[in-house]
């Protein structure tokens, strides 16, 4: 059987890496079944979903959020909401929330799709986030179990127990590296 003569063995053309968004495309609102999903302009716009789910709200500065909606009487309803915090290459995700019985699995996926973006084009190399009985989700988007130490020092004692990681949705990727 014959070999392709193609790729970087062969010295031929290497796979295109996919390009990078721009952060205005990545912040671009989105609708799903129905359900629009945009940033938030401002985060505590969430708080009550997290405050509900009883999911802790992060102490440091927001770096970004994003909301579900559905229409409601004459407005919109704030249905699910993810929020995010910075530390220099790496940002922990908080969420999603999600307080709806019709597919949440669903539309937390979508807000993990559209946080992934906006954190790519954002510069983030790594995103770390709790498990919350998402594994499914986790799993979906590439996030694999990491331990508690490779977490930035600004990011460390926080709560919660287990901690997933992305980087490039690729389970690919070591664990040396240098931290903020």
Same mark, same amino acid.
């Given at each position: *059987? &014959?070999?392709?003569?193609?790729?970087?063995?062969?010295?031929? #053309?290497?796979?295109?890496?996919?390009?990078? #968004?721009?952060?205005?495309?990545?912040?671009?609102?989105?609708?799903?079944?129905?359900?629009? @999903? $945009?940033?938030?302009?401002?985060? =505590? /716009?969430?708080?009550?979903?997290?405050?509900?789910?009883?999911?802790?709200?992060?102490?440091?500065?927001?770096?970004?959020?994003? +909301? &579900?909606?559905?229409?409601?009487?004459? +407005?919109?309803?704030?249905?699910?909401?993810?929020?995010?915090? $910075?530390?220099?290459?790496? /940002? *922990?995700?908080?969420g999603p929330v999600v307080v709806v019985e019709a597919e949440?699995?669903?539309? =937390?996926?979508?807000?993990?799709?559209?946080?992934?973006?906006?954190?790519? =084009? =954002?510069? !983030?190399?790594?995103?770390? &986030?709790?498990?919350?009985?998402?594994?499914?989700?986790?799993?979906?988007?590439?996030?694999?179990? !990491?331990?508690?130490?490779?977490? #930035?020092?600004?990011?460390? +004692?926080?709560?919660?127990?287990?901690? @997933?990681a992305w980087r490039g949705g690729s389970a690919?990727?070591?664990?040396?590296?240098? $931290?903020?």
């Amino acid at each position: *059987m &014959a070999r392709s003569k193609t790729g970087s063995r062969a010295g031929g #053309p290497r796979p295109a890496a996919a390009p990078v #968004p721009s952060l205005s495309s990545a912040t671009v609102p989105r609708v799903w079944q129905g359900i629009g @999903y $945009r940033p938030l302009p401002d985060a =505590a /716009m969430a708080r009550p979903l997290f405050d509900f789910a009883a999911v802790p709200w992060p102490a440091a500065d927001i770096a970004f959020a994003w +909301g &579900a909606a559905t229409a409601a009487d004459g +407005g919109e309803r704030l249905i699910g909401a993810a929020i995010t915090e $910075r530390s220099g290459p790496a /940002m *922990m995700l908080h969420g999603p929330v999600v307080v709806v019985e019709a597919e949440p699995l669903e539309i =937390a996926s979508q807000l993990v799709a559209a946080v992934l973006d906006h954190a790519t =084009a =954002a510069g !983030v190399v790594t995103l770390f &986030a709790r498990p919350q009985s998402l594994d499914r989700v986790w799993v979906r988007f590439g996030f694999i179990p !990491v331990p508690e130490s490779t977490l #930035p020092p600004s990011f460390a +004692g926080g709560e919660g127990a287990g901690l @997933y990681a992305w980087r490039g949705g690729s389970a690919l990727w070591t664990l040396r590296e240098v $931290r903020d």
